[in-house]
């Protein structure tokens, strides 16, 4: 029953859903999604992507989930223990994206069309930008200093931007929108002068307007010596590293 009031509308299916949990396994299912994705159609809710099997008919037992954050568009797909659905499936798009596959952290180019081998237990994990993800750069939070010396039980801080792919040598970007910047995230791992990571200086930082500040509070007892800082971007997981030298 499909009834408007004003610009909306309401829609009333005349038969009750309890059934749904029988028959999702079955080709009955097929029938009442259709129904389903018809409807939210005409309120112009589409799918992220349309994900087919390698006999071409959709998903019938896997989690499908989609979410929009900023700029970037994302898609999870995790079939079920013992689900029809595990093999090769192809996952089209709308239009053309910059796609990257988030678990192999790479990039798929810019395409209309994927492809990932679905296991259960395994989610498929991709990243749709309008343009590509630039590069990691490390500087000091003094940008007028072009190196750290400090002594043990000081603070070295230093900042890190992810750029966009348009940037330039010094890190400034053109006014295009499609270098607009992805919500992203750096992994942070400090290496004393052994090359050692160390645990209690890792971290992972949220980028605000694809950048974050960050601080090594040293130990008194830390050696002297150059140590360097990695940061890594999840998309492709590049890379960028500065170092910083301690003195007694």
């Known amino acids: 029953m499909d009834n408007r009031y004003g610009s909306g509308r309401a829609i009333t299916l005349n038969f009750w859903m309890t059934d749904y949990e029988r028959i999702r396994k079955s080709n009955a299912q097929s029938a009442r999604l259709n129904l389903l994705r018809d409807y939210l159609s005409l309120a112009g ?114 900042s890190v931007r992810l750029l966009p792919a348009n940037a330039g040598s010094t890190g400034q970007a053109s006014t295009n929108p499609a270098g607009a910047m992805p919500p992203s995230a750096v992994h942070i791992e400090v290496r004393n002068p052994q090359g050692k990571v160390l645990d209690h200086y890792t971290a992972n930082l949220p980028l605000d307007g694809g950048q974050a500040e960050f601080a090594v509070p040293l130990a008194l007892s830390d050696p002297p010596g150059t140590w360097r800082v990695v940061a890594r971007e999840p998309y492709t997981n590049a890379a960028a590293t500065t170092s910083f030298v301690v003195a007694r």
Do not use: M
Request: glycine share 8%.
């Open 45 to 158: 809710i589409r799918p992220v992507a349309d994900i087919r099997r390698a006999s071409g008919g959709t998903l019938a037992c896997s989690q499908v989930i989609a979410f929009r954050k900023g700029v970037a568009k994302y898609l999870a797909v995790l079939p079920e223990p013992e689900c029809s659905d595990e093999g090769l499936v192809t996952v089209n798009l709308a239009e053309p994206r910059h796609v990257y596959d988030l678990r192999a952290h790479r990039s798929l180019g810019r395409v209309t069309r994927v492809t990932g081998q679905l296991t259960a237990g395994e989610p498929l994990l991709f990243a749709f930008l309008a343009a590509p993800v630039g590069r990691v750069w490390i500087i000091p939070a003094d940008n007028n200093a072009s190196s750290v010396r400090i002594k043990a039980g000081e603070t070295a801080r230093f």
